[in-house]
């Protein structure tokens, strides 16, 4: 199976703090993979690294076949990232938005044309294309962003916390939007420090502390921990001399 993401022993220092601390791992083209962790474990900082948005300290990162510290610029050429805060313009109309990024992603204007009346109709925002950004509701700014993001059919897409602040039913259907995207073969990086979103994914890592204290698929990490749920499994990994007394 073709790897999209290799990642050799990837480190970022800030001064004497370890933010990122010699995490290894491989993602594979299709795949939904899921980078979990509590708030401050090191994975914003982890995926900007292999989005080229941060130098790595130390260690190595192939991603979409091109290194994330020589090759920068044709990494982002091939990659959507939709970041945690919302990354759209919000002075700009919606269509306004799918048309600059297309622009920025460099599609011809005929292509845009197609793609915006395309991502207007699946995302049912026709009627509010005019309106401006700012005052849609959360759901569907996080939808047209995820739509933006895999406009130009990148090989990966990261994700960067997406769901975070929206209402249950949004998130399922922000999911299926996911689930869509990698059955067309696109690699899915997404992190959350919503441990029920693990089951989504094909597979999964733990941070801790700006290391990978666990990685495998949902099902595999819930057998190994002897638990029910994957919030199970993190409360072992994060607070382990509690959950054994």
């Not at 290799?6 to 703090?17: A, N, R, S, Y």
């Not at 509701?137 to 960067?160: C, N, R, T, Y």
């Not at 059955?183 to 094909?202: I, K, W």
């Amino acid at each position: 199976m073709k790897k999209s993401i290799i990642v050799e022993d990837l480190t970022k220092k800030f001064g004497d703090f370890t933010a990122v601390d010699s995490i290894s791992f491989e993602v594979y083209q299709g795949e939904i993979f899921g980078f979990l962790g509590a708030n401050g474990a090191g994975k914003t900082t982890a995926i900007r690294m292999l989005t080229g948005l941060s130098k790595p300290s130390s260690g190595k990162a192939m991603v979409a076949g091109y290194d994330v510290i020589t090759q920068r610029e044709k990494v982002k050429k091939h990659i959507g990232y939709m970041s945690q805060k919302f990354s759209l313009y919000e002075d700009l109309t919606v269509r306004e938005n799918i048309v600059l990024y297309g622009g920025i992603y460099g599609l011809k204007n005929k292509m845009i044309k197609l793609k915006s009346e395309q991502m207007l109709e699946e995302l049912q925002l026709k009627e509010v294309s005019k309106t401006l950004v700012h005052s849609l509701p959360l759901g569907w700014k996080q939808k047209l962003a995820f739509s933006v993001a895999v406009m130009h059919e990148p090989d990966i897409v990261f994700l960067d916390e997406p769901t975070g602040g929206v209402d249950p039913i949004t998130r399922r259907q922000f999911w299926e939007m996911i689930y869509q995207a990698a059955n067309q073969g696109v690699t899915v990086f997404v992190t959350t420090h919503y441990m029920d979103e693990a089951e989504y994914c094909n597979r999964v890592s733990i941070m801790v502390d700006g290391y990978i204290a666990a990685l495998d698929s949902p099902g595999s990490m819930k057998a190994s921990f002897n638990v029910k749920s994957m919030n199970d499994v993190f409360l072992q990994l994060v607070r382990p001399e509690k959950t054994a007394s």
